[in-house]
């Protein structure tokens, strides 16, 4: 899921001209953090209700 989920972020800040440091500061975390969320390195409850937070945030469709 996590090169996904990098795919459609990627997607998501070039059409909406926004960026990683940007959606860190939405979810009130720091860019390493959400970049390992993004790349599939974090695991567990919290990380899984950030990807719904990233994906609400970025109006990206949930597949789950």
């Known amino acids: ?11 998501a800040f070039a059409l909406q001209d ?4 940007w959606l860190a500061k939405q ?3 720091t860019e390493s953090q959400l970049s390992d969320i993004i ?8 990380t899984t ?6 994906k609400e945030i970025l109006h990206i469709e949930a597949d789950d």
Request: charged fraction near 40%.
């Open 1 to 11: 899921m996590s090169s996904d989920l990098k795919r459609q972020v990627k997607v």
């Open 49 to 54: 209700e950030y990807i719904r937070s990233i």
């Open 39 to 46: 790349n599939g390195k974090r695991h567990g409850k919290k």
């Open 18 to 21: 926004k960026n990683q440091k």
């Open 27 to 29: 979810l009130k975390i």
